[in-house]
C-alpha cells in the first residue's frame, strides 16, 4: 500500500465526507419523459426508464461527485476503500437503487434467488427487490404474482397463453410498498413512477412481452428458467403490498428489514436530526429541497452516508427514502 493510500486509510476525517453520486440513466422500450422532466438528469432523454441512482454494478456505475474520490466509480471507492461502508472488503456493493418511470407496461419478468443465479448466470447474485410508488395514474395497478395452484397448472397456462387468467392484477395508490420476493411474477404497468431498491443484481428472466417489438424483433423471453423459478403458489397480498404514504415526520421509519437489506421513509418537516449508526446510509432525495448537515440538497439527489458519520442534521421540506446493507 502506497503511503498515500496509508494516509487516507487512516484518515478520520473521510468518516465525515458524504459521497454525492451521478447516477446512470438507460433508455427503454416502455420508458417516459418525468426523469427529465421533474428529476432535470442531463443524461435524461423522452424515453428513459430507469435511473440508477446508487449503484456499483457493471451495467451501471455510479460516480462520486465530490471530495476526496470525485470521478471514481461507487465499485472503485468500495474497492478500495471498504471501511467507508463498514465492510471487511469482500464481496461487491450490495444494493442497487434506482427510480423507474414507466409509461407503458413492462414486460412480465421472475427474478432466481442467489442459489439458481449463481448457479445459472456464472456467479451473479439473485434479486430480491421492493418498490414505493411515488406517483401513478388513478386508477392504477401492478402485476404481482399468479393465480396457479400448482406447478403442471403453471406451465398448461403459460404454453396456452392464458395470460389474462394466470397473472394477478392488483389496484395501487401513491405511497405503497411493495416487496418482491425471487420467484414472484412481478410487472410495473404503465403510468407508474417508482423508486426501487434491490439486491446487486441486474438478472432478469422475462416471460410475457405482450408481442412487442425491438428495433423490428421481439425481445428474448426465458421460459424455461422462468417457469424453473416461479414461486407456486404465489404468495398472498397481505405478505406483499403495505400502506407507506403516512409516516410521523422527523423520524427514520422502517419500512423493510430483510436479509439483504433495510429500507427507511423520512418526511423532513423543519429540521430533524438521526445518527448514522449503520454500516453506511445510501439515501434518496425523492421530493422537496433542503439541507443534510452544510450540504444543500434536491429531489432527484444520490448520497450516501459512510461508516461512523455520527450525527446527522436535516433541514427544510423533502422526503427521503435511505437503505443500509443487512
Not at 393465480?147 to 406451465?155: I, P, Q
Not at 409516516?247 to 423543519?270: A, P, R, W
Not at 449508526?277 to 444543500?296: K, M, R
Not at 432527484?300 to 423533502?318: N, Q, T
Request: one cysteine or more; proline letters at 4%.
Amino acid at each position: 500500500m502506497s503511503v498515500e493510500n496509508n494516509r487516507i486509510e487512516n484518515d478520520s476525517t473521510l468518516k465525515k465526507e458524504i459521497l454525492f453520486l451521478d447516477p446512470v440513466c438507460t433508455e427503454n422500450i416502455w420508458g417516459g419523459s418525468r426523469l427529465k422532466e421533474e428529476f432535470h438528469y442531463p443524461s435524461a432523454g423522452e424515453q428513459t426508464g430507469e435511473c440508477w441512482g446508487i449503484s456499483a454494478h457493471p451495467n451501471g456505475d455510479g460516480t462520486v461527485k465530490n471530495g476526496t474520490f470525485a470521478g471514481m466509480h461507487l465499485s472503485e471507492v468500495w474497492d478500495a476503500h471498504p471501511q467507508l461502508f463498514g465492510s471487511d472488503g469482500k464481496g461487491e456493493f450490495p444494493l442497487l437503487a434506482k427510480i423507474i418511470d414507466a409509461r407503458e407496461d413492462l414486460s412480465i419478468q421472475v427474478h432466481p434467488d442467489d442459489r439458481y443465479a449463481r448457479e445459472h448466470e456464472n456467479g451473479a447474485n439473485g434479486k430480491t427487490e421492493c418498490w414505493y410508488i411515488l406517483d401513478c395514474d388513478q386508477p392504477a395497478s401492478l402485476i404481482i404474482g399468479h393465480e396457479a395452484r400448482t406447478k403442471e397448472e403453471l406451465v398448461q397456462m403459460i404454453e396456452e397463453d392464458r395470460w389474462t387468467q394466470l397473472l394477478r392484477e392488483v389496484p395501487v395508490q401513491k405511497g405503497d410498498f411493495i416487496k418482491i420476493e425471487p420467484g414472484t411474477v412481478h410487472a410495473i404497468k404503465g403510468g407508474c413512477l417508482i423508486f426501487e431498491t434491490q439486491q446487486n443484481s441486474d438478472v432478469t428472466y422475462r416471460l410475457y412481452d405482450y408481442g412487442r417489438l425491438s428495433n423490428g424483433r421481439p425481445r428474448e423471453l426465458h421460459l424455461d428458467k422462468s417457469i424453473d423459478v416461479i414461486r407456486v403458489p404465489a404468495a398472498e397480498m397481505d405478505q406483499c403490498i403495505d400502506s407507506a404514504e403516512t409516516v410521523s415526520e422527523n423520524q427514520m421509519h422502517q419500512l423493510l428489514d430483510c436479509d439483504y437489506f433495510t429500507i427507511f421513509k423520512m418526511v423532513v418537516k423543519g429540521e430533524a436530526k438521526l445518527e448514522q449508526t449503520y454500516p453506511f446510509l445510501a439515501v434518496s432525495v425523492l421530493e422537496g429541497s433542503g439541507f443534510i448537515d452544510e450540504h444543500p440538497v434536491q429531489k432527484g439527489d444520490h448520497l450516501i452516508l459512510p461508516f461512523g458519520y455520527g450525527s446527522v442534521c436535516l433541514r427544510g421540506e423533502m422526503m427521503l427514502m435511505a437503505s443500509t446493507k443487512r
